[in-house]
């Protein structure tokens, strides 16, 4: 009689994941700390140095407002009259920017994902974690996980902007132009109520695509990888309280070392606008640097410390739902 048949083969992440998600989160981490810790410090330091040079490029460029406050401000200390500048060309300019330094987060977050959501593929394999996390992948997931944050960001936030375009359109007050709608009629009511209701939609979206970066890390396109995210949150059982479940503190903990980072950054902004002040002798581009150099600071600080975090927890409970639901190829 033939022995008995023992099944010798390597554990999956599959067998893993049954412990999970916030196991399989932390035994991922513990596991690769050295390679993500490796690989958050490039990716950090890359994103710091990309956004100061962006920075520094854009008050270049906003220069001549900056000189254009300082002279009106000195001119109406000779005329002995108070100076409250108009920050509207600032604003413009912020605006007009934004999408940059939004481009430039999503680019670090796409590495920090692919690495976080490989890490979490290769739980199962008995190589090192150096190993198995530098074996080749090809860099092309680099431009699904890219683009499924530019859809997400599109798809999550036109109708939040939308929104607030037509009611600043409708409901506010202009010196010479009456309002459009009468103030406390429905259509008022209804119309300056909307930006409420469309951010929470949005939030309800955001929630149901924030699978989608981690099922492009798995290779679905970026079409393929939000619809997959919407079908696993909204179309399985437990699929929402389960995403809801990891975002909601991975956002607390995300906003708090914010906060907490800014705060401690701030004895920065009477250093940045001193020296920038003596350097440049132009007192409002100090200020908005001291201003911005904290928050800077702080957003940077608390993405070294929460979106491995948040990248690794996404990915594992991405790699858990589709094992209950598959990706259906047409």
């Given at each position: ?42 990716v950090?330091?890359?994103a ?7 920075t ?20 109406y ?11 509207s ?9 934004l999408?940059?330094?939004l ?25 090192p ?9 090809p ?25 607030y ?70 179309r399985?059982r437990?699929g929402?309280?389960?995403?809801l ?15 907490l980072?800014?705060q ?13 002040e ?44 589709r ?8």
């Open positions: 009689m033939p022995p008995p048949h023992h099944d010798t083969a390597q554990p999956t992440t599959a067998t893993i994941s049954e412990r999970g998600v916030t196991a399989d989160t932390l035994a991922v981490l513990l596991r690769n700390r050295g390679t993500l810790t490796a690989a958050t410090a490039r950090v330091g890359l710091a140095l990309a956004w100061f040079l962006t520094v490029t854009v008050f270049a460029l906003s220069w001549p407002l900056f000189t254009h406050m300082r002279n009106e401000r000195i001119r200390h000779q005329l002995e009259d108070p100076y409250t500048h108009d920050s060309g600032l604003g413009l300019v912020g605006l007009w920017t999408p940059l330094y481009l430039l987060l999503g680019v670090g977050s796409a590495v920090l994902q692919n690495v976080c959501s490989r890490a979490v593929a290769t739980a199962g394999s008995q190589q974690p150096r190993e198995a996390l530098s074996a080749p992948s860099r092309a997931r680099l431009v699904p996980i890219l683009s499924v944050y530019v859809l997400r960001g599109l798809i999550v936030w036109s109708l939040p902007v939308l929104s375009e037509l009611t600043t359109r409708l409901t506010s007050n202009t010196l010479d132009t009456p309002l459009p709608l009468a103030r406390g009629t429905w259509p008022y009511v209804l119309v300056s109520s909307s930006p409420v209701a469309a951010v929470s939609m949005a939030v309800l979206l955001r929630l149901a695509l924030a699978l989608a970066p981690a099922a492009a890390a798995s290779g679905l396109r970026p079409g393929q990888a939000l619809r997959h995210s919407w079908t696993l949150t909204t399985t437990t929402a309280i389960r995403v479940a990891v975002a909601l503190p991975l956002a607390a903990v995300t906003a708090a070392a914010i906060r980072v800014t401690l950054a701030l004895p920065l902004r009477p250093l940045t606008r001193g020296f920038l003596q350097a440049t002798g132009n007192f409002f581009a100090a200020y908005y640097a001291g201003i911005l150099a904290p928050v800077i600071i702080g957003v940077l600080t608390a993405a070294a410390l929460t979106f491995p975090l948040t990248a690794t927890a996404f990915a594992a409970l991405y790699d858990r739902l094992q209950r639901r598959p990706m259906r190829t047409t």
